[in-house]
């Protein structure tokens, strides 16, 4: 059952992915702070039931569900414990995610097959969940956790790059079209923040972000609906910048350039 110390039934549904580290942990007392009603999902259990019982002791409502979203029928029967327990759902937050170093040297379909069945198979069967009952209700939110990593090709990330690209795709795509059902959707690229997913990383991070900075401001692009939410701007500039720089360009500044991950 949801934990709720108030027993307050007002604010949104919302069903969050990820959110038992990182941003999507840093992400759920922010709106449920203001009253959303939120469904707290992720693989380890323990991790949210602490977040739910935090959020409850601010006064908040919280149901951990324990969840794989590369399992579509796990992601249909949460979605369907989530509506049960806490009513339908206003806002489809698609956090989860993984990311790992794919050197093209040692290129493993494996391992773009692993990332693509998280960051975007996972997106797709919340989606495929959700989507129906905001579409018959001519109303609700889509936010999906992109990546600046996602507008260029980058050397050592191909998986995670072009599993980001099909993301931020894939919404753009979604939010043209669901527009006419009154239904918003909200792509969210952060650069990099300190979260366990960079914390391995051992390569250079320009514009590194705190965590609560980068939760801010996704936080604030949800409220205000926004289509599109990037950070830190310093990165986000130089990022969109590097489209359209011609290929030749971009191939010699990133000469010699792999990721290497601890
Ligand atoms: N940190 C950054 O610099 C950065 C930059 C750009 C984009 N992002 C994106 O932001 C999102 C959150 O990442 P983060 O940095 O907060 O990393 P994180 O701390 O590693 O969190 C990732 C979250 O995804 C969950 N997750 C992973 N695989 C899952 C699966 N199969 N089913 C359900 N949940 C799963 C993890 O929970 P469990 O392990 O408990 O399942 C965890 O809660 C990701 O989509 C990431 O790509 C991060």
Known sequence: MANSQSGAQSGRVVFLTGASSGLGEALAPLLARDGDRICVTARRAEALDALAARITEAGGVALPLALDVTDQAAVNAAVERCVRELGPIDTLVCNAGIGDATPAARFKASALESIYRTNV????????????????????????????????????????????????????????EVQQYDIDVTTICPGFVKTPMTARNQFPMPFLMELEDAAEAMYEGIRARDTHVSFPWQLASIVKAARALPDAIYDRALKGKTAKKG
């Open 121 to 176: 198979f996972g997106v797709a069967y919340c989606l495929e969940a959700v989507l129906p009952s905001m579409v018959e209700r001519r109303s609700g939110h889509i936010v999906g956790v992109s990546s600046l990593a996602g507008y260029r090709g980058l050397p050592g990330n191909g998986a995670y790059a072009s599993s980001k690209a099909a993301v931020t795709n894939l919404l753009e795509s979604v939010r043209v």
